[in-house]
C-alpha cells in the first residue's frame, strides 16, 4: 500500500529510501523543497534515485547541500536533468562537480560561438602535450559541454537553432582538435607533403561536415558525417624519416582522427564516425584528392550524392580548400537544369526507405523516416534547392530551416506552407533531441503505448501520451501532405529537353531554358540541336541516334552555357559533329562519360583545330576523359609507357600520332580548364617533342645500321629557338641540329662515308617528323640554324661544330646558340655538346658592331611585320628576347648561373640580381607572358604556328573573349608594346654605348 505523501512516486517504498538518504545527507528542513521540486518533474522517481547517487558520489556533500538550499533554481536545474533519463544523470553522478559549473556557466541564449572553442581547445593542448592525454581531454570536455547543452534545452528551454548550433559548433570544434593532435602526433615520422605538380607547393588538408553536421543541426546522438579530401597528389620530403605518398599519409591521419573521435575508452566517445559518404563509399580510399574528388562526382555522382553535398560545408583543416572543392561542384548540385531522371532517382531513394519503415510496422512512430517526419521536410527542402538552386543563390544554404524560409521568400514553396514546414521541423526534432538525450542512443522511434510514451510526453511538456500522440498525427500529417505536392512534380530537364527536340513542337520552355543558359539566339541555336538530334534532311539520322543525343543534351547545353560564346561554340561543334559519319558513338561516349561534355565543348569552343584533331580519332575521348587525367601534367616514363603500348597495338604506325594528339590535347585542356601557366604548357609540349624525336631516331638508327653497317660514334640531337628554351606552343616547328663524333675518335664498320650515314639519320628523322600522312604530319623541323645552313652537311661532326661557332659564325649565330639544349641521342656526348655550344655562345665578347648587326636585323624585321605579328613588330617578343639575351651575355662572365635558355628563368635571375630594374623586369616579364598566352590560344584555335594573330574582328573577338580578356585586345597589345619598346632601347643603347666602335 502506497504511503500517501509519497504518491505522485510509483514506487514509494523506493522513494522512501531515496529520502531517508537524503534527510542523512541534507537533514529534515531540506525534504519538502527536494520532495515538491521532484513531483513537478516529468520523472519524480527517477530525480530523487539519481540525486541520491549523486549526492553520494560529491566530495563535499554539506556544501552542495547548501548550495542547493542557499540558491534558487539549483535543486531544479538538477531535478530537470535527473528527470530526463540515465544520459545526463550518469554523467552528472560521474563527474558531479560538473554541478556547480553548469549553474555558472548556463546561458539560455549563448550558443559557445567556434571562437570561444578556439581558444579552450588551445589553452587544453598547450596543457596536455601527449595524444593519449588529449584523446582523454576531449571526451571529459564533449560530454561536459553536451550536458551544458543540454541543460539549456531541456531547463531553459533555448530555441531549437541555438541549441543545434551550440552542439554543431561543439563537434566542429572536436573534429580540429582531433586533427591537430593527429597532424602533431605524425609529424615526428613525417615531413610536410609536397605536391608532384608543383613541389614548392605544400599539400593542405580540409574535414568537410555533412549531413546534419554539415547543417550545423546537429542532435544529441548524431553521428557526424565527414568527408575528407586533400589539395593535391604528393609525396614527403626527401629529409622525411618516412616517406608515403599522399594516399597513405592522409590514411593514416584520417585513421587517426577517426580513433580519437570514435573510440570507446573509459571515459567513452567524442562522437561516432561515417565516412561512407565518401567518393566510392566503403571501397574508395578515406582521403581523396581534390582533383580526383571533382572527376569522381562529375562521373559516378548519383542523385543521392547531389542531396548529400548540398548539406556540404568545410568544419576543420583548409577551409579555403573545402571551398574550392564545393565551388567546383556546385553545377553538380545546383544544376542549372534538372532532369526528370534524375527527379525520379531521388523519389524512388526516397520510396525505397519509406517501404523499410513500412516493412517494420514503424511507419507511424518513426520520428526521422516515417511519413511526415523529419526526413520528409529535409527532402522536400533539399529537392526545392536541388531545382531553383542554380538560379537562386540565397536557397544555396546546407541549414534546413535557413533553406524553407529562402524558398518561401522566393514563393518556392506557399510561404504559409514554409512556415508550417518549420514549425513542424521544430516539433519533430525536439522529440528526437529527448529520445535521444533519455539514453544517449541514435534513436527515432517513438515508445508504442503506456508509460514510457507517457513519460516522454511529460518531458515534452504535455499532460500525457495521448495528447502528446494527437499533435503529433496532426503535424506529420500536414507535413506530408505538403510534401505530396513535390513528389508529383516534374523536373525541368528530359521534359523542354523532348519538346525543344522535336521538330513540331512550340517548346517554349525549352527556348526559355537556351535563354537562361546564356543563348543569344534561342531560336538558332534550336535549329542547331534539331541537327544534331536528327541528322540533315537527305540523310537523317536513326530514332536510336536521337534519344542518345536527347540523353546528353543537358550535360552539353550546361557546358555550353559556361563557355564566354554559347551560340558560337554550339554552331562549331554542330559544324564539326555534322561531318560525322555516324555521331551515334560519340553520343553513346558522352553518355556514359559525362565529363567528357565538359572537355569537348572546352575544346570546340577554344580550337577548330584540336576539335578536327580530336575527331579524326574518337577513340582520343577514353583517354583524355579518365577521371583525374588531366590534373597532373605527364610524366616523361608515362609518356614513354602510353608509347610502348600504341606501338603493341594490333597496328602500330599511327602509335606517335595518336601520342602526340592525346598529349596536346590533354595540355590544351589544362591550360583552357585549369588555366595552367604558359612555362607549363612550354615544358610539357617540349617534354612530348623530346619523347616523339626520341623515338624517331631510334627508329632512323635502327634502319641506317641495318642499311649501312654500325659504328661507336656517337650522335646527338640539339634543339635551338622555343625548343631549345622549352617553350613550344601549340604547332611550333623544331629546330634541330645533328652533331655527329668526329672519324677520328670512333670506330667505323660501315658501308659508306661517315658524313652519309649520319645524314642518313638525320634525314629519317627529320622525314618521319614533317612528313604528311593519313595520320597528319608530327612536327614542321627546320634545320638550317645549323652551321653552313642549306649548304652545310646535314649531320655536323663534333670538331666542325666547334670550329664553325668559334671562327666563323655571325653575331646572330651564337645569339641563337644561347637557347641550346641537348634533346636526343647519346646521353653523355649530347650533355658535352650542349656544354660546348653554351660556352660558345655565352663567352663571346658583346662588340658595337655584333650589336649594331643584331638592331639593323631586328629593325628589319619590325618594319616588314605586320601590327598583328606578336613576334616581329615593334615591341614584340623578338624585342623582349633581345632585350634578356643582351643582359645575359653583359653579366654572364660574373654570374655563369645566367648561362640558360629560357626567357622566363633568365629574366627572373636577372631581377634577382638587381640587374635589371624591378619596374622593367615587371615589364618585360608581364608582355611576354601577355603575348605568349595570346600566341599559344590564336595557334590553339587555328592550328598553326603563325606569330600573326587573327586580323578578322570575329576571330580576334574570340580570342580575346576565349581568355577572358576585357576592353580592346588591340589597345592592350599597343599599351604592352611601347612600353617593351622603350625597354628594349634602353638596354640596347647602354650596352652599346659600353662598347668600344670598331677600329
Not at 176 to 197: H, V
Not at 434 to 454: N, S, W
Not at 756 to 764: C, K, L, P, T, V
Not at 986 to 998: C, D, G, K, S, W
Amino acid at each position: 500500500m502506497k504511503t500517501p505523501e509519497y504518491d505522485y512516486f510509483h514506487d514509494s517504498e523506493k522513494a522512501a529510501a531515496c529520502l531517508k538518504t537524503i534527510r542523512s545527507h541534507c537533514g529534515e528542513a531540506f525534504l519538502t523543497t527536494v520532495q515538491e521540486t521532484a513531483g513537478q518533474s516529468a520523472d519524480p522517481l527517477g530525480v530523487l534515485i539519481n540525486l541520491t547517487r549523486f549526492l553520494e558520489a560529491v566530495e563535499d556533500r554539506q556544501a552542495e547541500a547548501l548550495r542547493m538550499s542557499d540558491i534558487p533554481g539549483y535543486l531544479p536545474l538538477l531535478a530537470e536533468l535527473f528527470s530526463q533519463g540515465p544520459l545526463l544523470s550518469d554523467m552528472l553522478c560521474r563527474y558531479p562537480q560538473y554541478g556547480a559549473w553548469l549553474w555558472d556557466n548556463l546561458h539560455p541564449d549563448h550558443a559557445r560561438p567556434p571562437m570561444e572553442y578556439g581558444e579552450i581547445l588551445e589553452a587544453a593542448f598547450q596543457k596536455h602535450n601527449d595524444i593519449e592525454t588529449r584523446q582523454k581531454w576531449l571526451r571529459q570536455f564533449s560530454h561536459r559541454e553536451l550536458l551544458r547543452i543540454a541543460a539549456r534545452e531541456v531547463h531553459l528551454h533555448a530555441p531549437f537553432e541555438s541549441v543545434s548550433a551550440d552542439i554543431s559548433h561543439l563537434a566542429d570544434a572536436m573534429i580540429e582538435g582531433a586533427l591537430r593532435a593527429s597532424t602533431e602526433y605524425l609529424s615526428p615520422r613525417f615531413s610536410p607533403l609536397d605536391a608532384d605538380e608543383a613541389p614548392s607547393m605544400e599539400v593542405t588538408f580540409c574535414v568537410l561536415a555533412m549531413g546534419k553536421l554539415g547543417g550545423q543541426e546537429l542532435n544529441f546522438s548524431s553521428d557526424i558525417d565527414l568527408l575528407f579530401i586533400y589539395s593535391a597528389s604528393g609525396h614527403t620530403r626527401e629529409d622525411s624519416p618516412q616517406s608515403a605518398t599522399t594516399e597513405e599519409y592522409y590514411r593514416k591521419l584520417c585513421e587517426l582522427m577517426i580513433r580519437l573521435l570514435s573510440e570507446r575508452t573509459a571515459e567513452g566517445h567524442v562522437f561516432r564516425v561515417d565516412t561512407r559518404l565518401r567518393p566510392f563509399g566503403k571501397s574508395g580510399p578515406l582521403a581523396c584528392s581534390l582533383g580526383s574528388a571533382v572527376d569522381y562526382y562529375s562521373t559516378y555522382g548519383r542523385a543521392w550524392e547531389r542531396q548529400a553535398l548540398i548539406k556540404a560545408r568545410p568544419c576543420a583543416g583548409d577551409f579555403q580548400l573545402g571551398e574550392v572543392l564545393l565551388e567546383q561542384l556546385r553545377p553538380f548540385f545546383y544544376p542549372r537544369y534538372f532532369d526528370d531522371t534524375t527527379l525520379e532517382d531521388i523519389r524512388s531513394v526516397k520510396r525505397q526507405v519509406e517501404s523499410i519503415i513500412a516493412s517494420k510496422s514503424q511507419t507511424d512512430r518513426e520520428v526521422k523516416l516515417g511519413r511526415g517526419g523529419i526526413r520528409d521536410i529535409e527532402f522536400t527542402v533539399q529537392m526545392l534547392q536541388m531545382l531553383h538552386g542554380g538560379r537562386w543563390p540565397e536557397i544555396r544554404t546546407s541549414n534546413t530551416l535557413e533553406a524553407l524560409r529562402a524558398l518561401g521568400q522566393r514563393q518556392k514553396v506557399q510561404p504559409f506552407d514554409a512556415a508550417t514546414l518549420e514549425r513542424n521541423y521544430i516539433f519533430l526534432r525536439g522529440i528526437e533531441h529527448r529520445l535521444q538525450i533519455e539514453g544517449g542512443r541514435q534513436t527515432h522511434i517513438l515508445p508504442e503505448t503506456g508509460p514510457e510514451l507517457d513519460m516522454l510526453a511529460r518531458r515534452l511538456g504535455y499532460e500525457n501520451g495521448d495528447s502528446l500522440m494527437n499533435v503529433y498525427r496532426e503535424r506529420t500529417a500536414e507535413t506530408r501532405a505538403i510534401l505530396e505536392q513535390f513528389l508529383a512534380t516534374r523536373g525541368d530537364g528530359n521534359l523542354w529537353v523532348i519538346e525543344l527536340l522535336e521538330p513540331e513542337s512550340a517548346c517554349a520552355d525549352g527556348l526559355k531554358k537556351l535563354a537562361s543558359l546564356g543563348f543569344r539566339d534561342p531560336g538558332r541555336a534550336r535549329n542547331e540541336l534539331l541537327l544534331l538530334a536528327n541528322g540533315p534532311d537527305d540523310a537523317p539520322y536513326t530514332r536510336e541516334t536521337a534519344q542518345q543525343f536527347s540523353a546528353v543534351t543537358p550535360f552539353l547545353l550546361e557546358a555550353l552555357g559556361q563557355t564566354p560564346d554559347p551560340d558560337g561554340a554550339l554552331l562549331r561543334f554542330s559544324q564539326i559533329l555534322g561531318r560525322l559519319p555516324v555521331p551515334a558513338t560519340l553520343y553513346n561516349l558522352l553518355k556514359y562519360h559525362r565529363n567528357l561534355s565538359r572537355y569537348l565543348i572546352a575544346l570546340v569552343s577554344n580550337s577548330d583545330y584540336l576539335s578536327e584533331m580530336l575527331l579524326r580519332d574518337i577513340s582520343l575521348l577514353d583517354l583524355i576523359g579518365t577521371p583525374g587525367h588531366i590534373d597532373m601534367p605527364s610524366r616523361r616514363d608515362e609518356l614513354e609507357q602510353v608509347l610502348s603500348d600504341l606501338e603493341a597495338a594490333a597496328d602500330p604506325a599511327p602509335a606517335l600520332y595518336r601520342l602526340r594528339d592525346g598529349e596536346v590535347l590533354k595540355v590544351a585542356l589544362r591550360e583552357i580548364l585549369l588555366g595552367i601557366p604558359v612555362t607549363a604548357v612550354g615544358d610539357e609540349l617540349s617534354q612530348l617533342a623530346e619523347v616523339i624525336l626520341a623515338r624517331s631516331l631510334s627508329r632512323a638508327r635502327a634502319r641506317t645500321t641495318a642499311r649501312y653497317g654500325t659504328t661507336s660514334a656517337a650522335f646527338a640531337i640539339v634543339a635551338l629557338g622555343k625548343f631549345g628554351g622549352r617553350e613550344l606552343g601549340y604547332g611550333s616547328d623544331l629546330d634541330l641540329v645533328f652533331v655527329h663524333e668526329d672519324e677520328e675518335t670512333a670506330r667505323f664498320d660501315i658501308s659508306t662515308s661517315p658524313t652519309e650515314y649520319f645524314a642518313s639519320i638525320a634525314s629519317q628523322v627529320i622525314k618521319s617528323l614533317k612528313e604528311p600522312t593519313r595520320y597528319g604530319l608530327l612536327y614542321d623541323v627546320d634545320a638550317r640554324l645549323r652551321p653552313d645552313g642549306n649548304k652545310g652537311a646535314l649531320a655536323i661532326p663534333e670538331q666542325r661544330f666547334r670550329q664553325y661557332y668559334q671562327e666563323e659564325a655571325y653575331f646572330w649565330e651564337k645569339f641563337a646558340l644561347m637557347k641550346v639544349r641537348a634533346v636526343a641521342g647519346d646521353a653523355g656526348f649530347a650533355a658535352r655538346i650542349e656544354a660546348e655550344a653554351r660556352h660558345l655562345a655565352f663567352s663571346m665578347r658583346l662588340e658595337r658592331s655584333g650589336l649594331e648587326e643584331l638592331e639593323a636585323m631586328r629593325a628589319k624585321l619590325a618594319a616588314a611585320a605586320p601590327r598583328l605579328d606578336l613576334k616581329r613588330r615593334e615591341g614584340g617578343i623578338a624585342e623582349i628576347e633581345f632585350a634578356t639575351r643582351l643582359l645575359q651575355l653583359r653579366h654572364a662572365g660574373e654570374h655563369p648561373d645566367l648561362e640558360r635558355g629560357g626567357v622566363f628563368g633568365a629574366l627572373e635571375l636577372l631581377s634577382e640580381k638587381s640587374l635589371l630594374p624591378e619596374q622593367e623586369h615587371g615589364m618585360l616579364r608581364e608582355g611576354y607572358a601577355f603575348y605568349r598566352r595570346l600566341l599559344n590560344r590564336s595557334r590553339m584555335m587555328r592550328g598553326c604556328a603563325s606569330s600573326c594573330l587573327p586580323d578578322a574582328p570575329e576571330m580576334a573577338a574570340r580570342l580575346a573573349q576565349s581568355l577572358g580578356i576585357e576592353g580592346g585586345l588591340q589597345e592592350q597589345i599597343e599599351s604592352h608594346a611601347a612600353g617593351i619598346h622603350q625597354v628594349y632601347l634602353r638596354i640596347y643603347n647602354a650596352l652599346r654605348n659600353e662598347t668600344a666602335p670598331p677600329l
